[in-house]
């Protein structure tokens, strides 16, 4: 007995020490190195990306990590070059300081541990321009590193109800681009340092899965019979529950499919909504998510462009929200309409607990690159196209943002926004249930009295809204309905500063601005409580690049473009019904025009569409917005274009200002420095500026409105 666990130990070591030979060619570390990476390989899998091997390394280097956990350091000293320092914050003082210029200026190395969080404090940044100007002073090269997994582990900096245990978490160690910090300015090296740090987490990710893999993955992480899900029905649902579901349903939608279809979902923000759509995800078919706010002829162009034959949607919700036209339009367009309710009544005992005993499995396994969601333009400024969005885009998406923005297990997300907004979507939908976040699903973005109680009830810490929806609710809120809320994310339109100080006087919570659309799934750019700028969209996210265009005509910002694995996989268009018309190249023309200052921080000029050309000049009517909030900053306004016969256009002002005086305003745009050109020439008042479902403003039918008011 003795003689055979001394073989089997002995064989173990054997093993272990060619592993270590083998190991030390990757690392090009030392043996006893060697020997530790083996350890960590073997008990948590452990791989590196994009680290260069330590013998291949030449100081000096200074490497920085988001220390997630006590095993970080251990890690990193079987990977690093041996002569490495290893630094805390408390040890980079101002002896720590000398200690730093010293070895980098001896062509060394030093590996400076940092706190965990995305959203650096005022110590942390103030620490990354101390040490960042050594480094610039001394030549020396940056490299970023981020470990996922050890935050899980039981050595984690974060509480258990913030980060969930797990005996042996997998693990990635991975390293962004090195850089130098030549040229940057005292201002700007903490911003390039956390981008660095921030595109290292991003790079760790594992890209292999699509979303309901990744949502099995998330079950299997944060608890399978976490509570996770709930509805305004009163509906609760755990990790396990929502798959067991999208398993049983996935199996009859997938019924009345064929293979990568297309299939409609109308349906407002419920628990079947969700099951639903990774439903739909599971049987290997494609959820188009139809906005039920739009009216028939585009709910007609939808079906028509995504040549969709099937469409889900349910009784109680079409009775009560009195869609019966649109139910009459999906007929006459020859789309078959199916209820929720009828087939989960056809769903069999069989089909359960098939569903129950195999709900980690898909229905269909579908590649990450395939097409997953199709998602429609806002058509703000004219007919809606198809997104199509793959499960790698809003995976990147979800990952983008979490680099960006602190999150865990322990908020809880107060979701209003529809999910055929992308907004909804991904913000509202995706990335909580990636993410271990507890989601409520709101059905009406609408119900302005309503939505404040719920909130007061609820507790929530995270909300996301448009300008628009998030003034209304706060109107009418009552002291301390809003008070839980740690981060309120708006996007789609500009906050407005009445908005702003609404949030931030009544219940002490501020508004963080971001930038979006749909064909970026959508999240493009993001304030933080690190890195915000007011009256900026934020800066661009982790992974992404972009570049800009002069655009003839415009003095003022340029248009920008921009890439990245979160970039959509192409547009539907209705003349070409079904057909993905993919990405020619890397580079999606937004078609916004902005100006980007010397920290990367975003603003939003315009639109490129969204220019007057008045007597041969340009002007921006989102500027012309602009000025108008400031004098009337209670009211809501938009400026459009007429045609004009004497100087081409000329701009109205559709506003619910009353009375709106055009003298007025032509004596504060004086004040305010706007030139002649940039003010209106009439003025709609209306009770109401005309919105999509998303809350943005329509313009289409604003100019129908002001077109209708005024001679032509």
């Excluded at 309503?450 to 996301?464: H, N, S």
């Excluded at 081409?648 to 002002?653: K, P, T």
């Amino acid at each position: 007995m003795f003689s055979s666990i001394l073989a089997v130990v002995g064989a173990a070591m054997l093993v272990w020490l060619a592993t270590a030979f083998r190991e030390r060619r990757q690392i090009g570390g030392t043996f006893p190195q060697a020997l530790k990476f083996s350890q960590y390989k073997f008990l948590y899998g452990l791989r590196i990306k994009g680290l260069p091997p330590a013998a291949e390394t030449r100081g000096p280097v200074l490497y920085c990590i988001l220390e997630q956990s006590g095993l970080d350091r251990a890690i990193l000293q079987s990977v690093l070059p041996i002569e490495t320092f290893h630094l805390t914050p408390d040890m980079a003082d101002s002896q720590g300081h000398n200690l730093i210029r010293s070895v980098l200026a001896s062509q060394g190395y030093i590996c400076l541990y940092l706190p965990p969080q995305v959203e650096a404090s005022p110590e942390t940044q103030a620490l990354l321009r101390e040490v960042g100007a050594i480094a610039r002073d001394t030549n020396t090269r940056i490299q970023p590193l981020y470990i996922r997994g050890t935050r899980h582990s039981l050595w984690s900096h974060a509480t258990p109800e913030q980060a969930p245990r797990t005996l042996l978490p997998q693990m990635v160690l991975a390293a962004a681009p090195e850089f130098s910090l030549s040229g940057y300015t005292d201002q700007t090296i903490a911003d390039r340092m956390m981008d660095g740090l921030t595109l290292a987490k991003f790079n760790s990710m594992n890209f292999s899965a699509n979303l309901f893999e990744t949502l099995v993955a998330s079950a299997r992480l944060f608890g399978p019979g976490r509570e996770i899900l709930l509805d305004a029905l009163g509906g609760k649902l755990s990790y396990r529950s929502i798959l067991v579901g999208a398993r049983a349903l996935g199996n009859r939608y997938r019924s009345l499919s064929k293979p990568g279809e297309a299939v409609g979902v109308l349906l407002p923000n419920t628990n079947v909504m969700v099951m639903s759509l990774f439903g739909l995800l599971s049987g290997g078919r494609i959820a188009a998510m139809l906005n039920y706010t739009a009216g028939p002829a585009a709910i007609g162009s939808a079906l028509r462009t995504a040549s969709i034959g099937t469409v889900i949607s349910s009784r109680a919700f079409i009775e009560k929200a009195s869609l019966e036209a649109l139910v009459k339009r999906i007929e006459t367009e020859g789309t078959r309409l199916v209820y929720v309710e009828d087939l989960s009544g056809e769903i069999t005992l069989w089909e359960k607990l098939v569903a129950l005993l195999l709900w980690r499995r898909p229905l269909e396994r579908r590649s990450i690159d395939a097409p997953a969601l199709i998602l429609f333009t806002s058509g703000s400024e004219g007919t809606p196209k198809g997104v199509v969005l793959s499960s790698r885009n809003l995976i990147a998406n979800a990952v983008q943002a979490d680099c960006r923005i602190d999150i865990s297990s322990t908020d809880m997300l107060f979701n209003v926004l529809p999910a055929f907004h992308s907004f909804g979507m991904l913000g509202g939908t995706l990335l909580p249930l990636l993410f271990g976040i507890t989601l409520y699903q709101y059905p009406s973005p609408i119900h302005y009295k309503i939505i404040p109680g719920v909130a007061r009830k609820l507790k929530p810490t995270i909300m996301f809204g448009t300008d628009t929806f998030l003034h209304a609710y706060g109107k009418a809120a009552k002291e301390g309905d809003f008070d839980s809320l740690r981060l309120i994310v708006a996007g789609a339109e500009a906050v407005r500063e009445p908005t702003r100080t609404l949030f931030r006087e009544r219940f002490n919570a501020e508004i963080v601005e971001g930038y979006g659309m749909t064909e970026a799934s959508p999240v493009v750019a993001v304030n933080s409580s690190s890195m915000q700028k007011e009256g900026s969209v934020g800066r661009l996210l982790p992974g992404m690049e972009m570049m800009t265009e002069v655009v003839e005509g415009i003095d003022e910002g340029v248009k920008l473009l921009i890439s990245g694995p979160n970039v959509m996989l192409g547009y539907l268009y209705s003349n070409r019904p079904g057909e993905v018309q993919m990405m020619s190249g890397p580079w999606h023309d937004t078609g916004d025009i902005v100006a980007i200052d010397e920290r990367g921080f975003i603003s939003i000029v315009g639109r490129a569409k969204r220019f007057a050309k008045i007597a041969g000049e340009m002007v921006s009517l989102g500027a012309v917005e602009i000025m108008v909030q400031h004098l009337w900053p209670e009211d809501e306004h938009a400026a459009i274009a007429l045609p004009d016969k004497r100087k081409g256009e000329r701009i109205v002002l559709v506003t619910t200002k009353k009375p709106a005086v055009l003298d007025e305003l032509r004596r504060y745009s004086r004040s305010f420095g706007a030139t002649e050109l940039m003010v209106p020439q009439d003025i709609v008042s209306v009770e109401q500026i005309p919105v999509l479902g998303s809350g943005k403003t329509d313009y289409v039918s604003a100019e129908k409105l002001a077109a209708e008011r005024l001679p032509q």
